[in-house]
């Protein structure tokens, strides 16, 4: 079979805490594409004192979703890079039915789309992410009961300290999660009746679940190439 010359898009779709980063990060390094997540893209701006970031971070500190004329331009762009041209794993987009749509717009009949869905209950969504620690520094994530650095508070991958990102504090988790069931969720009914739609159950370990994902990966997307 000749080699596909289109895309690979594996979109991650889940609650925030489903455990969709640590998966696409680890699956990205496997198949040699960039794990791109709007929220980290978000927090590299806020770093960089961009008048993006700091527009976004009023909506992200409550738990909001940044409006969709801030989050398009900045996701298509990166996408647009030369290292997304043999595929790329988004983490955290779509989250609205228009950018679903603005998505396949945007690959048409260039890509080879696979779309998974995380399942986790709201409350073991609420229990990880609560645990929850981030390096300030690279972004590597930790859980102070589930998955603890070596020494605490510092990561283990750069050494620099660790923080609970504002957005992880109960309250606003809550609020995250309420504003997930009603903006993102009805995306799981946009895709679900595409033939490149499928549910892994995310309240399993992260091995099983990475098991599973890879397995769906091989399958739909990668074999198609080789
Ligand atoms: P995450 O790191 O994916 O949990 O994203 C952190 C926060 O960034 C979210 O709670 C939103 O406020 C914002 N954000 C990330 N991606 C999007 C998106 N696709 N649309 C709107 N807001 C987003």
């Known amino acids: 079979m000749p080699a596909s010359t289109k895309q690979n898009v594996i979109i991650l779709l889940g609650a925030p805490g489903s455990g969709k980063g640590t998966q696409a990060k680890k699956a990205s390094k496997e198949f040699h594409v960039p794990h791109i997540s709007t929220g980290d893209l978000f927090r590299e701006n806020l770093k ?10 009023t909506y992200i500190a409550a738990g909001k ?17 030369d290292d997304c041209k043999n595929g790329y794993f988004l983490d955290g987009f779509p989250r609205t039915i228009p950018q679903a749509a603005k998505l396949e717009e945007h690959l048409k009949n260039n890509a080879n789309p696979l779309v998974i869905h995380l ?8 229990k990880r992410i609560s645990g929850r620690l981030s390096c300030q520094n690279c972004g590597a994530v930790y859980h102070r009961v589930f998955s603890c650095p070596k020494s605490e508070g510092i990561c283990d991958s750069c050494g620099s300290f660790l923080i609970q990102r504002i957005d992880d504090r109960e309250d606003i988790v809550k609020e995250r999660l309420r504003v997930y069931n009603i903006q993102t969720k009805p995306l799981i009914e946009f895709y679900q009746n595409k033939q490149y739609f499928i549910n892994i159950n995310g309240e399993n370990s992260p091995d099983i679940v990475y098991g ?5 990966c091989k399958r739909l997307i990668w074999n198609r190439i080789s």
Request: include cysteine; proline fraction near 2%.
């Open 65 to 81: 979703l940044v409006p969709d004329g801030l989050v398009l331009d900045m996701l298509f762009d990166r996408v647009s890079s």
């Open 119 to 126: 399942e986790c209950s709201d409350e073991s969504v609420i």
């Open 212 to 216: 599973d994902l890879i397995k769906a």
């Open 48 to 57: 960089n004192k961009t008048d993006l970031g700091k527009n976004a971070n």
